[in-house]
């Protein structure tokens, strides 16, 4: 599999967003009966690809297991010469490609994208035919981890399908394959620190120019050309070092985006355009705390989910831009990306509004139902994903911290071997960036030493001390100075707490399920946080109600957020916003 950074701006593209036939395949049968050779599919059904199969049709709803996506796409014939890739955004949780009956390849994680190169098996100017095989059955090794729809490791619903978009992407064979950006700030100046992997695929020497440019609002701020030889079948990384005067920093109150652009160039045409964004920023931990731009700060924001009615993960720009806002307006400068990699749309908006995100990675749920956590086939899943997210999103000045997993079994001696194996690969993929994973084990852990900065999960008042807000106070107070009294070198984030609520539910006195309650519990556990000089962040759990499988213990929604799925606000809004608009940025 090619990984090609897609910038999409220069180059060309299809989008293969539409309607797809789809067909479950509960028996598994599909393979062998070779539906990818199939021409007629008249008797399939028809859904819309971006979205899980789930809430567009009932028929759908619970269904775990196989099912089948196809439809045709014409590519241009002057695309012959071209390199061309199908890229998948996202697929949750299997998929296995054909293309014109041919298979092409297969991809295993719901929340990071892949993409296959298939110059090779088209028919430029006539239509083609993609089959996709998705398979979204849980099992006690997939990452995350489950046994059912009912029966899930994590805490919230298994969505199935193409749910994040499918495009066709077309280059020269002489192209830019990878770029890496780490900036860092010299007085005034910024500095970009730029590696360009270059990949000539075809059978000449090529000889070209390269041209970095950096460019602020369609100003050229800086351009640099290095002459470029390529042999044959052969790749060159570029490492440059360049200095933007005056620089704009990237910073919560305006993060401030330049354009980053290479072009291949052989003096006449342009070969190869490949743009992406880019803040000017740096992150460093001192001193049990986390400095942006070497200015202390104080994370203020949510856990989220992407879900929706209807379009289950798959946020569209405008729900985003209703989520962006409402945040914006509460006064909320960060969120983590609870529990999976989110959408590139999603990502894209965190960078524009400036919001400090901790991207986490989908290792959740490794814990007792879970045999080995350092099982050789869980450990290589995990890293391949930490990989893949992080190269998707290394470039983005939002992401300031990676949570290598929540909510681990890290109680375990053998959890040690698997944090240690994924720090590793998140170090392999970007040096720069703080590691952490959100406990709920807290004194228990035995894991902490190894992480960067902490993050903890606290439910004292729901999950125990129920509607005892006076004890849940005293003993998240005391566990924090104790945590702390361990790792005083470390900050401390308090990455979840929160209480489930029922919009419409009122209570005086707060009683649990009421809205009053809820917004209680956040008020006190607020109090406590901004009481402690070592605590860094709080992220209230969560932004907004999310679906999850059936249970006791769940009425169809877990209801802590402080919106309501449709993003209605509950009483814990209002409270939210008076407590995150009083707190700022920096410590
Ligand atoms: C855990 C978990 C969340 C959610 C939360 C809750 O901390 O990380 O995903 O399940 O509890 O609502 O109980």
């Known amino acids: 599999m090619v990984w090609m950074s897609s910038s999409r701006f220069e180059r060309e593209s299809i989008d293969l967003s539409g309607f797809w036939y789809f067909k479950t395949d509960p028996e598994g049968r599909g393979e062998v009966e070779k539906w990818f050779e199939k021409e007629q599919l008249k008797d399939w059904d028809r859904l819309y690809v971006p979205c899980p199969w789930n809430e567009q049709d009932s028929a759908y709803a619970w269904y775990m297991g196989k099912a089948w996506y196809s439809r045709d796409f014409y590519v241009p014939k002057d695309w012959n010469e071209k390199a061309v890739s199908i890229f998948f955004e996202g697929v949750n949780y299997r998929a296995k490609v054909w293309v014109n009956k041919i298979f092409i390849g297969e991809h295993e994680g719901g929340f990071t994208p892949f993409c296959f190169r298939i110059e090779d098996k088209m028919k430029f100017g006539y239509d083609n035919r993609v089959f996709v095989m998705v398979d979204n059955t849980l099992t006690k090794k997939t990452i995350p981890p489950g046994e059912g729809m009912n029966r899930t490791y994590f805490d919230f619903f298994h969505y199935g399908g193409i749910y994040r978009e499918v495009y066709l992407l077309s280059t020269s064979k002489l192209y830019v394959k990878d770029v890496t950006l780490r900036t860092d700030i010299d007085g005034g100046r910024g500095i970009v620190n730029a590696s360009v992997n270059v990949v000539n695929e075809t059978t000449e020497t090529r000889s070209c120019q390269l041209i970095l440019r950096v460019i602020d609002s369609n100003e050229l701020v800086n351009e640099n050309t290095e002459p470029l030889v390529l042999e044959p079948s052969s790749d060159r990384t570029v490492e440059k070092r360049i200095i933007v005067k005056n620089a704009k920093l990237w910073c919560p109150e305006d993060p401030h985006l330049y354009k980053f652009a290479v072009i291949i160039t052989d003096g006449g045409s342009n070969i190869d355009v490949f743009e992406t964004r880019f803040g000017i920023r740096t992150v460093r931990i001192e001193n049990g705390r986390i400095l942006l731009n070497g200015r202390p700060i104080f994370l203020k924001g949510f856990g989220r989910h992407e879900d929706f009615p209807i379009l289950g993960k798959t946020l569209n720009g405008a729900i985003l831009r209703k989520d962006f806002g409402l945040m914006k307006d509460l006064g909320c ?55 893949e997210a992080i190269q998707r999103d290394k470039n983005r000045p939002s992401v300031i911290i990676y949570s290598l997993f929540n909510e681990p079994d890290s109680c375990r001696e053998e959890f040690r071997i698997l944090l240690k194996e994924a720090i590793e690969e998140a170090r392999r993929n970007d040096p720069t960036r703080p590691v952490t994973f959100a406990s709920c084990m807290h004194l228990e852990d035995k894991a902490l030493d190894m992480v960067d900065v902490l993050c903890f999960n606290f439910y004292y008042g729901w999950y125990t001390l129920c509607g005892d807000l006076e004890a849940a106070s005293r003993t998240l107070s005391r566990v924090l100075d104790e945590l702390h009294e361990k790792y005083p ?99």
């Open 333 to 387: 400068n960060s969120f983590r990306t609870s529990h999976y990699p989110y959408s590139k749309t999603h990502m894209d908006l965190a960078d524009e509004y400036g919001f400090l995100v901790i991207l986490e990675m989908p290792t959740v749920g490794l814990w007792q139902g879970v045999e080995r956590l350092d099982d050789p086939e869980i450990v290589e899943k995990v890293k391949r994903m930490i990989c």
């Open 489 to 587: 070198d470390k900050p401390i984030i308090v990455t979840e707490f929160g209480a489930d609520a029922i919009a419409g539910v009122h209570r005086d006195p707060p009683e649990m399920w009421s809205e009053e309650y809820q917004a209680e519990l956040i008020k006190t556990y607020w109090n406590v946080i901004l009481s402690k000089k070592y605590v860094v962040g709080g992220h209230v759990w969560n932004f907004a109600d999310f679906r999850v499988g059936q249970s006791p213990g769940r009425t169809t929604l877990n209801r802590k957020g402080i919106f309501t799925r449709t993003r209605d606000p509950k009483l814990s809004a209002k409270i939210v916003r008076e407590l995150f608009r009083k707190a700022s940025t920096y410590l």
